[in-house]
Nanobody
Framework: QVQLVESGGGLVQPGGSLRLSCVGSGFAFSSQIMRWYRQSPGKEREFVAQINTASAITTYADSVKGRFTISRDNARKTVYLQMNSLKPEDTAVYYC???????WGQGTQVTVSS
């Protein structure tokens, strides 16, 4: 059974930083492209970042490029999202996803507000 558990969200002031984590289980983590998505109230879920299996290739949405960094630790079956220079428009529930599966965790809430 594929499971994804996100953590690390919280309330942060504009310009601040957060590091999100997502632990995967029930599948061959190291063989999967991993992605982060986010969803704000009233909006569709949107792509944020992607990392390939060997961490050699990363892709970002234009809205987060230069501020967010995706990384992974295959030994720990964990994918991370380092978020710097946060803006109020980054406020959302953040989800991770393994590319081959239509499985979503509970997400972690990120709120950027002064």
């Amino acid at each position: 059974q594929v499971q994804l558990v996100e953590s690390g969200g919280g309330l942060v002031q504009p310009g601040g930083s957060l590091r999100l984590s997502c632990v995967g289980s029930g599948f061959a983590f190291s063989s999967q492209i991993m992605r982060w998505y986010r969803q704000s109230p009233g909006k569709e879920r949107e792509f944020v970042a992607q990392i390939n299996t060997a961490s050699a290739i990363t892709t970002y949405a234009d809205s987060v490029k230069g501020r967010f960094t995706i990384s992974r630790d295959n030994a720990r079956k964990t994918v991370y999202l380092q978020m710097n220079s946060l803006k109020p428009e980054d406020t959302a529930v953040y989800y991770c996803n393994a590319a081959a599966f239509e499985t979503w965790g509970q997400g972690t809430q990120v709120t950027v507000s002064s």
